[in-house]
Structure formats: structure tokens, C-alpha cells
């Protein structure tokens, strides 16, 4: 099985939910790109990186700082999962999403799925289609088989 690690741009970016719906995933917590020179802060020892963000603007400039500090400390993001709050992705946010696409390994937007918000174990509630659809291209970017629901 996979190892997968889980790492957030920002609080409440969505890492507790997308490391219950990926392989073997470890749960991170956000990402603090406070340069220690000689010294990483992440270490994910050649397992895929999953760095989770929201759709938000403010979110997008915090996904552009997680990845420079992962790439100074000679980490790749595998995927460049978008989460949504459930309200509509601004342009601006699309647009810094869209300079970084070349940065990572693949982006994904994952749809909001409310029943995720009322449960304890994500991996209790079936997926819609399309957020089906989004955690097996994630799955997909990992080198993972998609899970079937």
C-alpha cells in the first residue's frame, strides 16, 4: 500500500478529510515556512505530497508560500489539492492556482460534499460522482488504484 503524506497550506485547508479518503495517508499539519537554515521542517522521506488548500484567494497566496518552502527543503507536491468551502472559486484565486499548476504534479479541485462536514469518519459517507471522480484522479496523480465506493 501507499504512504501518502498529508499536508495542509493553511488551517483548515481540508488535510484531516482528504488523508481519511487517500491510501495509508499521515495526517500534517499545516505548513510553516519559517526558513531554518540547514534544517527542513518536512521530511517526507520519497512518500507522495498532498499539499490540501481552499478555493480562496488568501488560500492560493498561502499554497505559493507551502510550496517554495517544500521545494527549498527538497520536496515535490505530487498533487495540489484545491478544496472547496462551498462557495465559488474567485478569479483571483483561479488564476494564482493556475501559475502554480507547473510547480506541482497535478491539480485537483475537490467539489464540497456538506454530509463531510456532519460525520466523524469521512470514509463513512458515499461520495457524490463528480467528488468521487476527484479523489480517484488524486488517487490517480499518486500512483494509487481509485477506490471504488
Known sequence: MLDVVVVGAHGGAGTSTLAALLPAAWDMDPIKPVPVPGRRSLCANGRPIVLAVRNTAAAAKNATAAI????????????????????????DATARFALLAPRVG????????????????????????????????????????????
Do not use: H
Open 106 to 149: 497535478g491539480v485537483v479541485r475537490i467539489p464540497y460534499v456538506r454530509a463531510l462536514r456532519l460525520v466523524d469518519d469521512p470514509r463513512q459517507v458515499a461520495l457524490p460522482g463528480k467528488a468521487q471522480q476527484a479523489v480517484n484522479e488524486l488517487r490517480g496523480l499518486l500512483g494509487a488504484p481509485p477506490a471504488g465506493r
Open 68 to 91: 517554495a518552502a517544500l521545494r527549498a527543503w527538497d520536496q515535490q507536491v505530487a498533487a495540489l489539492a484545491i478544496v472547496s468551502d462551498g462557495g465559488p472559486e474567485t478569479r
